[in-house]
Nanobody, 124 residues
Framework: QVPLVESGGGLVQAGGSLRLSCAAS????????MGWFRQAPGNEREFVAA????????YYADSVKGRFTISRDNVKNTVWLKMNSLKPEDTAVYYC?????????????????WGQGTQVTVSS
């Protein structure tokens, strides 16, 4: 079993909603900040959202602020990304990541574990 497994991706119409889940195993979940990143074909992997180890702080890319919400449950060892008002430019493979970071939550270098990714496609 891999440490992080994403689920919930799929095909939605523009303006629709989707909720991604990331289940963690094999690590002490509560010790890690959790992040969501995405990568579209031809693009670099970009930061989407992050949440601190206890859920006290959240961070969002400007492109998704006000539309996406990140949350976590340290008992269930799960982090979610609720996506509303989806746009075609949100189309990408979404990756869940875990890292022992206390700063630079938007940097891929701060994360030690990565899931396999889940495809999100938004049609126009």
């Amino acid at each position: 079993q891999v440490p992080l497994v994403e689920s919930g991706g799929g095909l939605v119409q523009a303006g629709g909603s989707l909720r991604l889940s990331c289940a963690a195993s094999g690590l002490t979940f509560s010790n890690y900040a959790m992040g969501w990143f995405r990568q579209a074909p031809g693009n670099e992997r970009e930061f989407v959202a992050a949440i601190s180890w206890n859920g006290g702080r959240t961070y969002y890319a400007d492109s998704v602020k006000g539309r996406f919400t990140i949350s976590r449950d340290n008992v269930k060892n799960t982090v979610w990304l609720k996506m509303n008002s989806l746009k075609p430019e949100d189309t990408a493979v979404y990756y869940c990541a875990a890292g022992r970071t206390y700063s630079d939550y938007n940097s891929t270098y701060e994360y030690s574990y990565w899931g396999q990714g889940t495809q999100v496609t938004v049609s126009s």
